[in-house]
């Protein structure tokens, strides 16, 4: 009876020894790890338990299935500092895509599946691998190569090795999924500061002189846009006023915009005789020297003057700004020139428009008039030219918001697609 | 998918049939691509027929810029033929106009190549 219970207890034994093994390594990992300390850690683990000299896990790209497999083994994780030959790490990964099972080869020089390989010449002894096969499919294998007693990789080490591989799949996708997540909250979090740059770009309040008040409103679409706008008082007389729409959305448009608007800036520094076409000309070359060609500006900057109650300006291929005059009168200032950025050397004509008492100037971005409703129609320049009749005398401030408000109930469910920005100027 | 696009050559000019609203999408950037994908083969003359377009935004007009620069840079050129209301409402807001040559049917955008 001795004689029978000694294998069964063995037997019970190894068994134990497998499942506390397999414990320790569910203990070992948390779902807080990162792809690389998991796999690391579950290497380590298996070394000790089959005692193999080297052990590695070879990841597949997950975002290039289709892509050519023997390359797209981006992370490997070896616990040896002698590093797996490089034709043998894609011999071997190249065989496990293509079987997508387990292996282990005590004799790799004379079994026929390897033996192309050399592998004793590089010091490879033997080899155990588990395919990682999740849901989705094969993502990598776990490799260990050169068991340290004579005998080489046992059937139990195949199974052992085999079950943490099943169950190792499932926690890298979870990994690599948290992963992701930490990496879209990173972005979101950049995208929130460049935000809050941009916003900072823009005049926090209006401009009010003694016969003109300005102000104005920018809602972007994404979280950075490319609309600006610009009120910059000069003196006690004369307003600047810019607003501008950049091709493009998101960073690469809030780029450009910044640097349009820095643009402008810089030539009203200290300056109290601004050359309008000069500034254009200006702008313009630098867009078309520094930019792709589809990348343009389409915008409309100008000095309102006190002194004779006029608005000069340049509109480079940008939406033509209303006036909405104090007896109902609307009027369309549609004069042009080409958008910045397109071609170098244009001259841009300055035009001129006198403004009178309680007259409204509003300038604004296709944002305004190409919002689409729930129907897919758009907002259109009729529905903001009847809309504006009925401002007649109202205040800057409060004809900006009500276009606001309309536009936001015309669009009902459907997403705000592009951004709206719009500056208004009315004269006291 | 907001535009479809469909291609057919006449002799040695390539005439791309454009439909829906181009908006500067993922799908327009394919758009794109076959233009990069024309001037690669040296088929330089391209003419884009926007009978069917219903709506084109800032973003398509950059998508058209890019590629004519594409095609003048290679001894080619890219020109508009029957541009629907909304892309000739667009055309001439921002004056694009002088850096196109716009023709009223395909066969004269064609023949502006001989």
């Known amino acids: 009876m001795p004689n029978n219970l000694n294998p069964e207890s063995e037997r019970l034994r190894k068994a134990l020894d497998e499942l506390v093994a397999l414990n320790q390594i569910a203990n070992a990992i948390n779902a807080l790890m990162s792809v690389d300390k998991i796999t690391q850690t579950i290497v380590d683990h298996c070394l000790k338990k089959i005692q193999a000299s080297q052990g590695a896990v070879f990841l597949l790209d997950e975002r290039d299935k289709e892509a050519d497999k023997f390359k797209t083994f981006i992370r490997e994780f070896s616990t040896s500092t002698e590093k797996i030959p490089f034709h043998v790490n894609e011999s071997l990964t190249g065989w496990i895509i293509k079987n997508k099972t387990m292996f282990a080869s005590n004799d790799p020089d004379n079994d026929d599946r390897f033996k192309w390989m050399h592998l004793t010449k590089l010091g490879i002894n033997s080899i155990l691998a588990a395919p990682l096969l999740s849901r989705t499919g094969l993502i990598g294998s776990l490799i260990l190569f050169n068991k340290k007693d004579s005998e080489g990789f046992t059937e139990e080490d195949k199974r052992f090795l085999g079950i943490v591989g099943s169950q190792t799949a499932k926690v890298i996708e979870n990994a690599r999924l948290k992963e992701q997540e930490q990496e879209l909250v990173a972005m979101r979090q950049e995208m929130m500061v460049a935000q809050s740059i941009q916003k900072g770009f823009l005049p926090k309040s209006g401009v009010k002189l003694q016969t003109c008040e300005a102000c104005g409103f920018n809602i972007p679409a994404k979280e950075v846009g490319g609309d600006f706008f610009d009120i910059v008082r000069l003196n006690d007389e004369k307003v600047f006023l810019s607003l501008g729409d950049v091709s493009g959305k998101g960073m690469p448009a809030a780029l450009l915009m910044a640097n349009a608007q820095a643009v402008l800036r810089s030539h009203l520094l200290g300056s109290q005789d601004i050359h309008l076409s000069e500034l254009a000309r200006s702008l313009n070359h630098l867009i078309c020297e520094f930019t792709s060609p589809e990348q343009f500006i389409t915008c409309l900057f100008g000095l309102f003057d006190s002194a004779d109650n006029c608005f000069r300006y340049i509109n480079a291929g940008h939406e033509p700004p209303i006036v909405v005059r104090d007896d109902g009168a609307i009027e369309v200032l549609d004069v042009a020139d080409i958008v910045i950025g397109v071609v170098p050397e244009i001259v841009y004509s300055v035009h001129e428009i006198k403004l009178n008492k309680n007259d409204i100037l509003i300038i604004f971005t296709d944002g305004v008039t190409e919002a689409f409703n729930e129907e897919g129609v758009q907002f259109g320049d009729e529905r903001l030219k009847e809309l504006l009749k009925g401002c007649v005398g109202g205040e800057g401030a409060s004809v900006g918001e009500q276009i606001l408000t309309t536009l936001s109930t015309f669009r009902g469910k459907s997403a705000q697609t592009d951004d709206i920005t719009m500056l208004l100027l009315k004269v006291s | ?114």
């Open chain 2, 1 to 114: 998918m907001k535009h479809k696009h469909t291609f057919r050559e006449v002799n040695d000019i390539i005439v791309l049939e454009l439909s829906g609203k181009i908006m500067g999408g993922t799908e327009d950037t394919t758009l794109v691509n076959q233009i990069y994908e024309f001037a690669d083969q040296n088929k330089t003359k391209v003419v884009i027929d926007f009978s069917e377009v219903e709506w084109m935004n800032s973003r398509g007009l950059g998508i058209c810029i890019c590629g004519a620069t594409t095609l003048r840079n290679r001894g080619g050129d890219l020109r508009l033929a029957r541009p629907s209301e909304k892309v000739a409402m667009l055309l001439n807001r921002t004056r694009m106009f002088t850096v196109f040559e716009v023709f009223d049917t395909v066969e004269e955008a064609v023949d502006s190549f001989k």
